[in-house]
């Protein structure tokens, strides 16, 4: 790749092909009959170059990877301040949902200050927070060993250091937007309506921790001409992770059914002399068809289209086939908006239910047809 970037900074057309299609030629481990045998492979268009984004957006793409990492990193710390906590006998559970929350943080940093009155400990708790001060005070009744503390310290530490970096790294990608120039030649500055300033939230007081510091809505529409926030499941950080894993340009994939094929939603079809063995999709860690899966898990119960289609599939083919469907519908819609440049436009569950009605009545009434009966209401 380091050998890539510098060709394509001169201008060169090149082709960056995986090692995975010429690693089973055996017989071939010389330098110079490997290049031979990958020049013989290139020259009857037997090797297909592998997808990789504009050059301005493949440093917004390791930013975002190396967040993606800070924020894997994050996770094991809060799991040892858990455990700390738990071997302390302090029972948080029936208290505080979560210790990453503005109360459980107050708390934990006035444990590592030295406090050690569960009283005191539970006046730190926030207005918002459901539980009263004598129920907080009774879960936070243990036994203050010293180990336990240490490892509490510790993790609380390497937490802390994690969210700086990863608050460096966000700044860092809004630098990255700012040089990126739009990629849409009539998207103009002044084209960006005013509701992209501010995120949309469909549920009250939904805030995420690991969300972006800035606001990346405003600079996606201000490049990409479509408001990819707008689709239902897709946040602010996951429209930027996938306009960073595929980009602007999708015309090298020939239409929905390829694009969806390489995420890995699309499943594949095994046939034997015209006969169906099993369709399935196959094992691909693709963070593109993560980000849009997990786009498909939060519109479970959403009253959209998507949450109608997810909850019919659901009750058919059961919860893991309905959200990968669910998934790919979501992949469908951003590739037909990135490629004619339209809005997103939900129609609404009932609606799509109503649709789907009037499909299988189409279907039942040509199957009716065919085989010589007419239906009739009861």
């Known amino acids: 790749m380091p050998l890539f970037e510098a060709l394509e900074a001169r201008g060169r057309p090149c082709c960056l092909i995986s090692a995975q299609s010429i690693t089973r030629v055996p017989g071939r481990t010389r330098d110079v009959l490997d290049g031979q045998w990958i020049q013989t492979l290139h020259r009857y268009g037997l090797l297909a170059a592998s997808f990789r984004p504009a050059a301005d957006l493949v440093a917004l793409r390791t930013l975002l990877r190396h967040r993606a990492q800070l924020l894997a990193q994050r996770a094991p710390q809060v799991l040892h301040m858990s455990q700390a906590l738990w071997q302390m006998h302090s029972q948080w559970s029936p208290a505080l949902r979560e210790i990453t929350g503005a109360t459980g943080q107050r708390i934990i940093r006035a444990m590592v200050a ?20 004598h129920e907080i005070a009774m879960a936070l009744t243990g036994t203050w060993r010293e180990e336990h503390l240490f490892v509490l310290t510790q993790a609380l530490a390497l937490c802390d250091c994690s969210t700086t970096q990863r608050r460096a790294g966000d700044a860092q990608g809004e630098h990255a937007f700012a040089v990126i120039k739009p990629h849409v030649e009539s998207t103009a500055e002044a084209s960006v309506p005013a509701s992209a300033a501010v995120p949309p939230r469909r549920q009250p007081h939904a805030h995420s921790k690991n969300a972006p510091e800035g606001n990346p809505r405003a600079p996606i529409l201000r490049i990409t001409g479509v408001d990819r926030v707008a689709v239902h499941g897709l946040s602010a950080a996951l429209a930027q992770t996938l306009w960073a894993e595929i980009g602007t340009d999708l015309s090298k994939g020939p239409d929905d059914k390829h694009v969806c094929s390489w995420l890995g939603l699309a499943p594949k079809h095994a046939l034997s002399g015209g006969k169906g063995l099993k369709s399935r999709t196959m ?23 998507f949450g109608a289609f997810s909850r019919r599939l659901k009750g058919r083919l059961g919860p893991a086939q309905a959200l990968v469907a669910t998934a790919h519908k979501i992949a469908r819609t951003v590739y037909h908006m990135l490629k004619h440049r339209v809005p997103y436009y939900d129609i609404g569950a009932a609606e799509d239910n109503k649709r789907f009605r009037e499909r299988a009545m189409h279907s039942l009434q040509k199957k009716a047809a065919k085989l010589g009966y007419k239906l009739s209401p009861v």
Request: glycine share 2%.
């Open 114 to 133: 030295g406090e050690r009155d569960p009283q005191h400990l539970a006046a730190w708790r926030t207005e918002r927070c459901k539980k009263d001060a």
């Open 283 to 305: 094992k691909h860690r693709h963070r593109a068809a993560q980000a849009f899966r997990l786009a498909a898990q939060s519109v479970i119960r959403s009253p959209c289209a």
